[in-house]
């Protein structure tokens, strides 16, 4: 039997999910079909429930309802719970699993396919919303020599650093004092860039060979994108790739194989 598999979401017919798991599949031989599936702003859980008790076998969720399908998990991974959100859910036998594979695909992204290396390296992380919080942990991980979260509203920034001091320290700020302080990468976590605005930073906050990277992508370059040009980026990445690698995270827990993801971003590139 075909396995079934979709994203939900509000809006979601801009998703590329379904073509990257289509290609996924392709490339790895397994029988499954997966597809895009407008959530109820109101009840997107009888949405979410009603695909798994129609045998359907996982699901993506991206936003705005990566915090409400957290909700109906009855076990999570750990990078899931730090997150306080979930954008992969494996249905079993009346069970929910829950997994935020977001931090995941931007470190891979940026270690993997670009060589960034992470260890020793400063690290501005704008904004402490939820985008934020899914990549915290592995950023974490990779041993920077400094993790600062800096967001217009310096209270939420302060308690994002607190809630993963357990992980590894993070100094949380507010955008306004990021003057006198140099980086070697600056991601851009916040929704400004969904507006093509970039966030209110310091002209000199990216040291000299720095990179920068915005999560969000587009078919041109990305307002940060353009920031990062402007200001001397040695790289000035969107978070396409970011988008593939997360999938192929989801792929790899669903069907228990991990795909080449290189030929993937290829094509949509």
């Not at 079934?4 to 798991?21: D, L, M, Q, T």
């Not at 009840?43 to 109906?72: C, Q, W």
């Not at 396919?113 to 919303?129: E, K, S, T, Y």
Request: one cysteine or more; a negative charge; glycine letters at 10%.
């Amino acid at each position: 039997m075909t396995d079934r598999y979709a994203v939900i979401g509000n809006p979601i017919e801009h998703s590329k999910s379904p073509a990257i798991h289509a290609a996924f599949a392709a490339q790895t031989q397994q029988d499954i079909q997966y597809d895009r599936i407008l959530g109820d702003l109101e009840h997107v859980e009888d949405d979410i429930e009603e695909f798994a008790a129609d045998g359907g076998s996982g699901m993506n969720v991206t936003v705005p309802f990566k915090e409400r399908a957290y909700d109906l998990c009855d076990t999570m991974s750990e990078r899931a719970r730090d997150a306080g959100a979930v954008n992969t859910l494996v249905f079993r036998d009346s069970h929910v699993y829950g997994d935020n594979t977001d931090g995941a695909g931007l470190v891979r992204d940026l270690g993997c396919n670009h060589r960034f290396d992470f260890v020793g390296a400063r690290i501005l992380l704008l904004g402490a919303g939820g985008a934020a919080r899914g990549v915290l942990r592995p950023l974490l991980e990779q041993r920077p020599d400094r993790l600062v979260i800096a967001n217009r509203t310096a209270t939420k920034a302060h308690a994002l650093a607190a809630a993963t001091a357990t992980v590894g320290p993070a100094i949380g700020c507010g955008l306004d004092e990021l003057h006198n302080q140099a980086f070697d990468l600056i991601i851009n976590a916040t929704a400004a860039g969904l507006s093509s605005q970039v966030p209110s930073i310091p002209d000199d906050c990216l040291a000299d060979g720095g990179w920068t990277y915005d999560m969000v992508y587009a078919s041109t370059a990305t307002a940060f994108q353009a920031w990062g040009r402007a200001h001397g980026a040695a790289r000035a990445l969107d978070g396409l790739g970011m988008l593939v690698e997360q999938a192929a995270e989801s792929f790899q827990l669903w069907r228990g194989v991990q795909p080449d993801t290189a030929p993937v971003i290829a094509m949509l590139r």
